[in-house]
């Protein structure tokens, strides 16, 4: 995995950041809607890629892709292998259905579902393809902190009293 190829794998947690920052910025809820499909879609594409490259008879084990170029102990450090590309799919597969799913409703709740989303996929996909502890808890508190915002997302009392009793589960656990 040399040249363009070698750095497609930081592109699954780098893609959804970049579209949810565009996305906060947009006023207009269709372009907000396309935005958000297109690089949930595109997303797929880049993870099937990856899957690809992979799983191909001649490939390596393991591809390890060092930000920075820091080595381990100091810097971010991302391993792709199969179990982590075939996450990376299934999450941007089953994040596609979803948001399709959430057009319908959930999205007119308020202008930031959809930035919330594409920070709960980086974080997902972060999750997946990162290579130590420390980055894995970073990127389970990115997660974290937009599935908090998701289930604020809208307000209202009920949902307010479901955040809390959420929040309070998972800090607990």
Do not use: C
Not at 159 to 166: D, P
């Amino acid at each position: 995995m040399n040249g363009a190829l070698g750095h497609l794998v930081i592109a699954p947690i780098v893609l959804p950041l970049a579209a949810a920052a565009l996305v906060v910025m947009i006023d207009q809820r269709s372009l907000r809607v396309a935005l958000s499909l297109a690089a949930t879609v595109a997303l797929l594409l880049i993870s099937i890629t990856l899957l690809l490259s992979v799983s191909a008879p001649d490939a390596i084990a393991a591809r390890v892709y060092r930000l920075g170029d820091w080595p381990a102990p100091f810097g971010i450090v991302l391993v792709l292998d199969r179990l982590s590309a075939m996450m990376v799919t299934l999450a941007s597969l089953l994040a596609l259905a979803a948001l399709v799913f959430s057009l319908a409703r959930w999205d007119q709740a308020g202008p930031r579902f959809h930035a919330l989303f594409l920070l709960l996929l980086a974080g997902l996909n972060g999750a997946f393809l990162t290579g130590d502890l420390f980055n894995l808890f970073v990127f389970f508190e990115v997660l974290l902190a937009a599935s908090y915002g998701l289930v604020l997302h809208g307000s209202g009392v009920p949902r307010v009293k479901a955040g809390l009793h959420y929040i309070a589960v998972n800090l607990g656990a």
